[in-house]
């Protein structure tokens, strides 16, 4: 059983920045895609940003250049940083994790419970 657990939601204003965690624990042999999606009221959850075991990133078009995943193998944590936020971030952030718990398991999905970002001044 793996649990995800998220940190760092809240309410910035336009502008600001804010840095969300998200920490794995578990049995856990190997992370092979850590991410984050987001749900924002009626409308559907998108992808964010993703980062594999390889350092190799990708991002939405809407958060290029002002946001940045990065992971913490060692620690099974995946970190994002959002700058100039805008008030359109606003939603509810989810941890997604791609997870292998042994050499012989395939991966499977994991999700976070959900951290509110609020964009508001």
């Known amino acids: 059983q793996v649990q995800l657990v998220e940190s760092g939601g809240g309410l910035v204003q336009p502008g600001g920045s804010l840095r969300l965690s998200c920490s794995a624990s578990?049995?856990?042999?190997?992370?092979?895609?850590m991410g984050w999606y987001r749900q924002a009221p009626g409308k559907e959850r998108e992808l964010v940003a993703t980062?594999?075991?390889?350092?190799?990133?990708d991002y939405a078009d809407s958060v290029k250049g002002r946001f940045t995943i990065s992971r913490d193998n060692a620690k099974n944590t995946v970190f994002m940083t959002s700058n100039s936020l805008k008030p359109e971030d606003t939603a509810v952030y989810y941890c997604?994790?791609?997870?292998?718990?042994?050499?012989?398991?395939?991966?499977?999905?994991?999700w976070g419970q959900g951290t509110q970002v609020t964009v508001s001044s």
């Open positions: 997604y994790m791609s997870i292998r718990s042994s050499y012989y398991s395939t991966s499977t999905g994991c």
């Open positions: 578990g049995r856990i042999y190997n992370i092979i895609v």
């Open positions: 980062i594999t075991n390889r350092g190799g990133t």
